[in-house]
C-alpha cells in the first residue's frame, strides 16, 4: 500500500472506488461492462451464428413426437377459480399468520386491522357466492 504522502494513480483510483461517490461509479462500471458483454456476444451470434429457414425447425417442438390436436385445450372455468382461490386464501393465511406472530405487539389496534382485513375477505366470498361462482355443478335453468 503506498504511503500518505506519494499519490498515485493507482491510490487515487482505490480511494475513489472506496468513497461514497465510488460506489456509483464501480456500479456504472459495472453496468457498462455488462451491457458491452452482453451486446457483443449478442452481435457474435448474429453474425457468426448460421441461420437456416425450413419447414422442419417451424414445426413445434414435443420430445419427438408429432404434435396433434389443438397446443392449448381448454380448461373447465372452476379448474381457473380453484388456483384464484387458492392464491386469494394464502395470501389471507400469510397476513393472518404474520399478525398472529406480532399479536402482543399490534395490541387492539392491530386487532381492529385484521379484523377489517378479514370481514373485507368474508363480503368478497360472499358475494362470489352470491354471483354463483362457487356453482361448480350443471348449470340450472
Avoid at 399479536?103 to 387492539?108: A, E, G, K, T, V
Wanted: charged share 15%.
Amino acid at each position: 500500500m503506498a504511503p500518505d504522502n506519494i499519490s498515485s494513480p493507482l491510490a487515487a483510483t482505490g480511494k475513489l472506488l472506496m468513497s461514497p461517490d465510488g460506489d456509483l461509479v464501480a456500479l456504472a462500471l459495472y453496468v457498462g461492462l455488462t451491457l458491452i458483454i452482453v451486446i457483443g456476444l449478442l452481435l457474435a451470434a448474429r453474425f457468426l451464428g448460421q441461420r437456416t429457414h425450413t419447414s422442419l425447425k417451424k414445426l413445434p417442438y414435443e420430445c419427438g413426437v408429432e404434435p396433434t390436436g389443438r397446443a392449448r385445450p381448454g380448461y373447465p372455468v372452476p379448474f381457473y377459480l380453484t388456483a384464484i382461490f387458492f392464491v386469494v386464501f394464502d395470501v389471507e393465511v400469510a397476513f393472518i399468520a404474520s399478525w398472529a406472530v406480532a399479536y402482543d405487539l399490534l395490541s387492539w389496534r392491530g386487532l381492529v386491522q385484521i379484523a377489517f382485513f378479514i370481514i373485507t375477505l368474508l363480503i368478497a366470498l360472499i358475494y362470489l357466492w352470491r354471483r354463483g361462482a362457487l356453482d361448480w355443478g350443471p348449470q340450472r335453468r
